[in-house]
């Protein structure tokens, strides 16, 4: 599947242009490997949790 499938655009975050998308891992066609796959999953999880962290502290 990551050999043929075209990249998506995304940001530093691995946010699509969708808001609030996000795309990691082999089916994103941005890695090559478990470990690189597993990473992207971490940087986007990271900035997930940042933005929950902002509304609670609007609420």
Same mark, same amino acid.
């Given at each position: 599947?990551?050999?043929?499938?075209?990249?998506?655009?995304?940001?530093?975050?691995?946010?699509?242009?969708?808001?609030? &998308?996000?795309?990691?891992?082999?089916?994103?066609?941005?890695?090559?490997? &478990?470990?690189?796959?597993?990473?992207?999953?971490?940087?986007?999880?990271?900035?997930?949790?940042?933005?929950?962290?902002?509304?609670?502290?609007?609420?």
């Amino acid at each position: 599947m990551e050999w043929t499938m075209k990249r998506i655009k995304l940001n530093d975050n691995l946010e699509t242009e969708a808001a609030n &998308i996000f795309a990691v891992g082999d089916g994103a066609g941005i890695s090559q490997g &478990i470990v690189y796959s597993a990473a992207t999953g971490m940087i986007a999880a990271a900035e997930i949790c940042k933005r929950i962290r902002q509304y609670e502290n609007r609420a």
